[in-house]
């Protein structure tokens, strides 16, 4: 079964500063993997996806994505954090099959510091 | 521009009561789905309907149950609403190796 595995519920970074936020996975199909970000009582907004094709994905709002399998690992990267930019994050891996839904991490909120 | 609607953004129900959570997709997508979210659990999936009429467990289904008379149409219900459900509500709907999410409902039960 799939899984996936957020480090660190809450990270906190001055605005400007680098923003890591960490995905492990555990997929036993190659997997199609996923970050989507939630704002303050919206729903969920697709950031980027990999689905088997360049390693490293770019995403929207200057998000990016680095697949590295020997890892396992998902990480959630951008240069430099924007006040905006504070919110929840979820990493999630889909089932397998095409109808079978998506595996989500519990979730990083993202804090902001001016 | 895919866009998922659900019925309401927050909704206050009593213990007991029967339940009805609307979702409708507008890209005439196959697959839709069912989430709830917690806090520090974060979303897991309720059913999930490959076609009409079709549907299928996810990984929390006891409590609920679902309903897809259209394709556009995907509803979840809660048959005897308990404080335990609870939850944030979010439906999905989903293209070929992505998913569309609804802004979700709020539900209480008191």
């Known amino acids: 079964a799939q899984s996936v595995t957020q480090l660190g519920s809450h990270v906190s970074v001055s605005e400007g500063a680098l923003v890591l936020l960490r995905c492990n996975y555990s997929?036993?199909?190659?997997?199609?993997l996923f970050w989507y970000v939630q704002y303050p009582n919206q729903g969920l907004q697709l950031l980027l996806k990999y689905t088997s094709a360049a390693t490293l994905v770019k995403g929207i709002n200057g998000f990016e994505a680095e697949f590295k399998k020997s890892e396992t690992s998902f990480h959630l990267t951008k240069p430099s954090a924007h006040m905006s930019d504070a919110a929840e994050y979820f990493c999630a891996v889909r089932k397998g099959g095409g109808a079978d839904g998506l595996t989500f991490g519990k979730g990083t909120h993202l804090i902001i510091q001016p | 521009d895919v866009k998922v609607t659900q019925s309401s953004r927050y909704l206050v129900k009593r213990t007991g009561e029967k339940v009805f959570l609307e979702c409708v997709q507008d890209m005439d997508h196959e697959n839709m789905f069912w989430y709830r979210q917690d806090p520090g659990l974060g979303l897991r999936l309720i059913y999930f309907?490959?076609?009409?009429?079709?549907?299928e467990k996810g990984d929390i289904p006891e409590g609920y149950s679902v309903s897809r008379e259209k394709k556009e149409r995907f509803s979840l219900i809660l048959e005897s609403a308990s404080t335990n459900q609870t939850s944030m509500y979010l439906c999905a709907s989903s293209a070929p190796r992505e998913q569309y999410f609804g802004p979700g409902t709020r539900l209480t039960v008191t």
């Open positions: 309907s490959y076609d009409v009429k079709m549907k």
């Open positions: 997929s036993s199909v190659p997997p199609y």
